[in-house]
């Protein structure tokens, strides 16, 4: 499978500007999600690594082979790029069997029949639809489909394989289990995969690496617990996890090279970071994921249950302080009337300092009440 390269990659129409000078380095053999939302420019940057969308400037190359140079004038067609491409609506051919849709792209590169046959039925083993071999894709579940749809584009031994939400038409239940299908699928085929989705959890799940974009510039690109962790900035911070990181405005002022005192929500705190670390200004955001909210008798903080949303196994719990509502999550079922009032606390050493004008995180640590 081959490293993919963009180098100041930019595709640009009149005046709107869909990928900005993106520069990225796919590795063999890694599943790579191109997260964000519609219209940041990942479904662009797809089909440009595909050939499908030609870019403005830029170059873009499979190892050492150059499949796109705007300087050298470059531009080898999909065909040639040796890729494979699954839609989000399937594109299955209705009027023809399972077998024989699986069959089509090898018929076409003129396989021979033995070779088709065996390789047909490799396909059909490794989805597991061997039982659907003679059906139509009309006589076949949404996730049957799908199946199907990998498979025929696995089929002819693509050296790359790109995805464009493919998982978005169905339920729940099912995106769930292709998810995991997916992901033992690539550890199976060891081939490189490209996934374009607007679902983070998708992309925390079954990505090597994210790559979060937001207005066709590239925000971050890291595996996905470090892009959790340690987001780049407040947007990749506010995107990524579910419920969403809670932001609030402080103040803050430098103690020592690792360590300032903070100001929020009418509470002050020392803050200890993991790293030695600068402050531009005094105007700072925190962030803390729900999860370091832990909720207790004991804590140093209080507000009011403004909601709580059981659901099974975890609740989250809304919690107003003055004008804000922070989220916490609790394992386990349980209840709280409203305008009740909570004692909480902040717990962790992955609370984040972002500065407030750039958006740039600063340092990440732990807030220690005085």
């Known amino acids: 499978m081959p490293k993919i390269t963009l180098t100041n990659v930019t595709k640009q129409w009149g005046k709107f500007i869909g990928v900005n000078d993106l520069?990225?380095?796919?590795?063999?053999?890694?599943?790579v999600t191109l997260l964000g939302s519609s219209g940041c420019g990942k479904t662009t940057t797809l089909r440009m690594i595909a050939g499908l969308e030609t870019p403005t400037k830029g170059e873009i190359r499979f190892d050492d082979?150059?499949?796109?140079?705007?300087?050298?004038?470059?531009?080898?067609?999909?065909?040639?790029?040796?890729?494979?491409?699954?839609f989000q609506n399937y594109a299955l051919w209705p009027h023809m069997t399972v077998t024989?849709?699986?069959a089509f792209g090898l018929e076409t590169l003129k396989w021979k029949k033995a070779d088709i046959s065996a390789r047909v039925a490799e396909m059909l083993k490794t989805m597991r639809i061997e039982q659907f071999a003679e059906r139509y894709p009309a006589e076949l579940s949404g996730g049957q489909q799908q199946r199907v749809a990998i498979a025929r584009t696995l089929a002819p031994k693509p050296r790359?394989?790109?995805?464009?939400?493919?998982?978005?038409?169905?339920?729940?239940?099912?995106r769930g289990e292709m998810r995991t299908e997916l992901k033992r699928l690539h550890k199976d085929t060891g081939?490189?995969?490209?996934?374009?989705?607007?679902?983070?959890?998708?992309?925390?799940?079954?990505?090597?690496?994210?790559?979060?974009?937001?207005?066709?510039?590239?925000?971050?690109?890291?595996?996905?617990?470090?892009?959790?962790?340690?987001?780049?900035?407040?947007?990749?911070?506010?995107f990524v996890g579910n419920p969403s990181m809670n932001i609030v405005d402080a103040r803050a002022v430098k103690t020592g090279p690792r360590t300032a005192?903070?100001?929020?929500?009418?509470?002050?705190?020392a803050f200890q970071a993991n790293e030695d670390f600068e402050l531009p200004s005094d105007k700072v955001s925190l962030g803390i994921r729900p999860e370091f909210?832990?909720?207790?008798?004991?804590?140093?903080?209080?507000?009011?249950?403004?909601?709580?949303?059981?659901?099974?196994?975890?609740?989250?719990?809304?919690?107003?302080?003055?004008?804000?509502?922070?989220?916490?999550v609790v394992f386990g079922a349980i209840d709280y009337e409203t305008d009740a009032k909570i004692r909480f606390g902040i717990s962790g050493s992955g609370i984040l300092i972002f500065d407030q004008e750039t958006g740039g995180r600063l340092a990440s640590g732990r807030v220690v009440f005085q």
């Not at 790359?160 to 099912?174: G, H, I, T």
């Not at 005192?261 to 705190?269: C, K, S």
């Open 23 to 31: 520069n990225l380095e796919i590795e063999d053999g890694a599943f």
């Open 65 to 86: 082979r150059i499949m796109f140079s705007s300087e050298k004038n470059i531009n080898i067609p999909p065909a040639k790029r040796e890729v494979g491409f699954l």
């Open 100 to 102: 024989q849709n699986i």
């Open 160 to 174: 790359v394989l790109f995805m464009d939400e493919p998982l978005s038409n169905l339920d729940a239940k099912l």
């Open 191 to 238: 081939s490189t995969f490209v996934y374009v989705t607007h679902d983070q959890l998708e992309a925390m799940t079954l990505s090597s690496r994210i790559c979060m974009m937001n207005e066709g510039v590239l925000q971050q690109y890291a595996p996905p617990l470090e892009v959790y962790n340690r987001p780049a900035n407040l947007f990749v911070a506010d």
């Open 261 to 269: 005192e903070i100001e929020f929500l009418g509470r002050r705190a």
């Open 293 to 328: 909210l832990p909720i207790s008798q004991d804590g140093d903080m209080e507000g009011m249950a403004y909601s709580t949303l059981p659901a099974g196994m975890e609740t989250t719990v809304k919690i107003k302080v003055g004008d804000t509502i922070l989220s916490s």
